[in-house]
């Protein structure tokens, strides 16, 4: 086997507050239909925030699937890239409004920070404490899924499913 590139793949959220935690149901989901390459580190980062710096090290390429409010209509899928995140967060209301930003600002002071990040994010309808998604967001998990697995797979990771059918870990 060649030596292939490092890659985290971090679904974030928390799973107590609703659409909160799609980042982490669209993992699992990730987790338990697909195969991925021993390059691949799948990782739960709930709501770390900072204690995720020691995950992210070494790795060439971060993949984060989050809850952030693009000012869509709940359920809409959409792509931040590496220097649009801290902007991004800096001045829209997000979910996670200080994990990530803080995450990366400290990566690259550190100089540990991953030359390329991504992430796929799902407009949340609701952040109110419950255990689950709203319709609108779980009706669109599926379509986080496959952004997050594209995405691999533009950085030529090869995924494979596990099964024929997508379970549910709602």
Partial sequence: ??????IAVIGIGNILMSDDGAGVFAL???EESFLMPENVELIDGGTKGLELLPF???KEKILF???VNFGKPPGYIGHLTKDEIPDYFATKLSVHQIALPDLIGAGRLMGV???EIHLVGIQPESIDTGYGLTPAVEKNLEA???ASLEKLRQWGVEVK????????VL
Avoid: P
């Fill in 1 to 6: 086997m060649t030596e292939k590139s490092k």
């Fill in 28 to 30: 699992r989901i990730i």
């Fill in 56 to 58: 992210v090290e070494g």
């Fill in 65 to 67: 699937i989050d809850a």
């Fill in 113 to 115: 920070l991953a030359e």
């Fill in 144 to 146: 986080l899924v496959k």
């Fill in 161 to 168: 499913k596990k099964t024929t059918e997508m379970k549910s």
